[in-house]
């Protein structure tokens, strides 16, 4: 099975601290995305990076950054956090394009920004 | 641009059937997803679309016609497990990026 495991299901931070959401998967996908999903939004898509050291914004990108120093790993940055911010954050991997791209979430990562 | 709409909340009867509609706009579609997300979980994977036509897997059934912009997710034989959050997602193939974007979402509450 694969598996999408995110560092951290519940955090707490204060306005204007660094954030760092980690996020690993296990089957070798090439895709990897950010998402955020908040009540009445569903989710948007903040980066995504299709292959090691490359990155792509996504609809929402301002704010944040990302980095894919390895193919397993997939990181997002609040370089400075802020309350709108506080938010469900969620990750996924799939395989080539090739394929049908059906994603694959980790569990997600609950921020609380104060 | 990308607009993806699904009504927001749905109510069905355990052991009726209930059909949920999806419509979307994209410059370069490429496919369509649904998932299923039960509350505090991550979304799961139920089905693709990107041929027209009626996909059955089981109780789910999923419908593509991509000259309407339109698609559906049937569910038969509801069972209380059903309830949870269906989101539509289109693969959306535009300016050389290959992504997936999300509809809002429909709540579905089956009643026993």
């Known amino acids: 099975d694969v598996k999408v495991t995110q560092s951290s299901r519940y955090l707490v931070k204060r306005t204007g601290e660094k954030v760092f959401l980690e996020c690993v998967q296990d089957m070798d996908h090439e895709n990897m995305f950010w998402y955020r999903q908040d009540p009445g939004l569903g989710l948007r898509l903040i980066y995504f990076?299709?292959?090691?050291?490359?990155?792509e914004k996504g609809d929402i990108p301002e704010g944040y950054s990302v980095s894919r120093e390895k193919k397993e790993r997939f990181s997002l940055i609040l370089e400075s956090a802020s309350t709108n911010q506080t938010s469900m954050y969620l990750c996924?991997?799939?395989?080539?394009?090739?394929?049908?791209?059906?994603?694959?979430f980790g569990e997600g990562s609950r921020l609380t920004v104060l | 641009g990308q607009n993806i709409d699904q009504p927001t909340e749905m109510t069905a009867t355990e052991g009726a059937i209930v059909q949920i509609n999806c419509t979307y706009q994209?410059?370069?579609?490429?496919?369509l997803f649904w998932y299923q997300q039960h509350a505090g979980e991550a979304p799961t994977f139920l089905s693709y679309?990107?041929?027209?036509g009626l996909e059955e897997k089981g109780r789910f059934s999923s419908f593509l016609s991509r000259s309407k912009g339109y698609s559906y997710l049937l569910l038969k034989e509801l069972q209380m497990k059903d309830s949870a959050s269906y989101l539509c997602a289109v693969r959306d193939w535009a300016n050389r990026d290959d992504k997936i974007i999300f509809g809002k979402g429909t709540r579905l509450h089956i009643l026993p």
């Open positions: 990076s299709y292959d090691v050291k490359m990155k």
């Open positions: 679309n990107v041929l027209d």
């Open positions: 994209t410059s370069g579609f490429n496919g």
């Open positions: 996924a991997s799939s395989l080539e394009w090739i394929n049908t791209g059906e994603l694959f």
